[in-house]
């Protein structure tokens, strides 16, 4: 949900929040059968794959987190390196 925050200088942002529930509301309601046991960890990796590949012109949607978990589970399976701002994250099958 995109809410109308005033921050500390007193300037304006429009900011859209998502958060681990969010992920696991999209793993079940994708029915992405291999994340149904995702741990917060799990989710929040996804959440980095996602802002990794954060496209402003299309934002963050249902799409792009369905994208991103499926990302990270085809790492997950194949046991390939993860980065995250230049630090390997844990991504253990």
């Known amino acids: 949900m995109a809410r109308l925050i005033q921050g500390n200088d007193d300037e304006w942002v429009l900011r859209d929040e998502w958060g681990i529930e969010d992920i696991r509301n999209c793993i079940e309601t994708e ?7 995702f741990s917060d960890n ?8 996602a802002e990794t590949a954060f496209d402003a012109n ?4 249902w799409d792009s ?3 991103a978990v499926e990302f990270y589970l085809d790492h997950k ?3 390939t390196p993860m980065f995250y701002r230049g630090q390997p994250i844990k991504v253990t099958a």
């Open 58 to 61: 299309i934002g963050l949607n």
């Open 77 to 79: 399976r194949t046991s």
């Open 31 to 37: 029915g992405i059968d291999d994340a149904e046991d």
């Open 42 to 49: 799990d989710c929040l990796n996804v959440m980095r794959v």
């Open 65 to 67: 987190i369905s994208s």
